[in-house]
């Protein structure tokens, strides 16, 4: 199995000729991917590279000056890019709600590229560099040499202490992303390295994960013990972006749309930096030859839940469950571990002690489950966690689609 990460290096000893080139070349690349882009967009949205490179390949030559390689890859930016929309958008159906004989009922569609209104575009100056033609490490791996659309320049670099593993773990480097930041110039290396398969005989802990916004995660284990992260404090923050936006937005100004976007971004950094550490956490806790288990929740719509209110459903589909998850599962991969995704189907209604499904065990506003059955008692996330557990049991003896629409 390969695992990858992105390693994010300064150069050092920028002179004011290097920074013409990379600032040349950055802004010739965004625009070749620009004009990639609109042909792409109209031309039915066709992103096969081949021929890509057939109709566009002399005009990014003469009209960017790109040089033979980063035409190329320019192309292969862009292709990606639409790839990663059409993906997201999949992930994301539009639904909307009708009236039918006095009932709201609601509907989906799948959607991909074509629903989009403008091409992609690229605003940000960047340049993408194939190692070892456009970018290589010299000089012992001290110095990098990158090319730019003149000649090649030699430039110093730093590597934060933690990312020393990348140069003496087995690690691969890739494709990186030239960007400006703040007025300094990094180069994001994509680097992978192969991994252990991750088997069933070497499963050491199972750990149920139940994700919501009361509490971030509550997790069940193999040695019964739960844990909870909470999300109160979470929450507040987060509605302050919302408060913040819903004035910037109701002035419509440029300043108030600039404003938008930097808020939107930092609120994105701080939102990533807390899944990031929950991530970390949970995989530390248990370490390798952990089976972490989560509910699938892809294609989930909380407007169909009658017990969400207006906010609540807004907070739900607002919520960052995404980026918890590709965290988790990047960071269990590198450790010897695994995350697996459930069928979500009545982990919230099913007694996990005598197996009885009834959606009226569970009390939202006490956040409390208790059943009708056997009179088991919990709280209500808690029980979601042990549900996912279970069904994380099952996968290791052998299941691979475990569910309790066939599990009784």
């Known amino acids: 199995m390969q695992i990858g990460e992105t390693m994010k290096i300064k150069l050092n000893g920028i002179t004011a000729d290097m920074d013409l080139a990379f600032s040349e070349m950055t802004y010739q690349y965004a625009q070749a991917c620009n004009y990639i882009s609109e042909y792409i967009f109209s031309h039915d949205m066709n992103i096969n590279s081949n021929l890509l490179s057939k109709k ?5 030559r003469s009209e960017f000056g ?9 192309i292969k930016t862009v292709t990606a890019r639409y790839q990663t929309v059409d993906t997201q958008l999949k992930k994301s159906p539009y639904r909307f709600s009708a009236v039918e004989n006095g009932r709201k009922k609601y509907y989906s569609f799948r959607r991909d590229m074509f629903w989009l209104q403008n091409p992609i575009r690229f605003a940000r100056p960047q340049a993408d560099l194939v190692r070892n033609r456009d970018y290589s490490f010299v000089e012992e791996g001290r110095v990098l040499s990158i090319n730019t659309l003149g000649n090649r320049v030699k430039v110093p670099f730093d590597v934060p202490d933690y990312m020393e593993k990348f140069f003496d773990d087995g690690w691969k480097f890739g494709t990186a992303k030239l960007v400006q930041l703040k007025g300094s110039w990094y ?7 192969e991994a252990d398969e991750f088997s069933r005989d070497n499963i050491r802990h199972i750990v149920g994960i139940d994700r919501g916004l ?24 987060r509605d302050s972006f919302d408060r913040v936006r819903a004035e ?33 956490a949970l995989v530390n806790k248990y370490g390798k030859g952990t089976l972490f288990v989560l509910e699938d929740l892809e294609g989930i719509s909380f407007e169909e839940q009658n017990q ?29 571990c695994h995350v697996i995704k459930v069928d ?11 197996g009885t499904v009834l959606k009226e065990n569970r009390n939202h506003d006490k956040h409390l489950y208790t059943c009708r059955h056997c009179g088991f008692t919990s709280n209500d996330d808690r029980v979601g966690a042990m549900n996912i557990y279970l069904l994380g049991t099952l996968w290791a003896t052998g299941d691979e689609s475990p569910s309790f629409k066939t599990v009784s």
């Open 56 to 60: 566009l390949y002399r005009t990014l």
């Open 66 to 74: 790109l040089k033979s390689q980063l035409a190329q890859s320019a």
């Open 187 to 193: 180069l994001q290396i994509s680097a992978t390295r």
């Open 214 to 237: 009361r509490f971030i995660t509550a997790t069940y284990d193999d040695s019964q013990k739960t844990a909870f992260v909470r999300g109160k404090e979470i929450r507040k923050k």
């Open 248 to 280: 910037l937005q109701a002035k419509g100004t440029r300043s108030a749309k600039r404003a938008l976007k930097r808020i939107s971004g930092r609120e994105n950094r701080w939102m990533s930096d807390v899944n990031h550490r929950i991530s970390k």
């Open 308 to 336: 969400h209110g207006k906010k609540q459903t807004h907070d739900l589909r607002n919520w960052s469950f995404y980026d918890l998850e590709t965290k988790l599962t990047y960071k269990a991969n590198e450790a010897g």
């Open 344 to 354: 979500p189907h009545c982990t919230s209604q099913r007694c996990p002690h005598c």
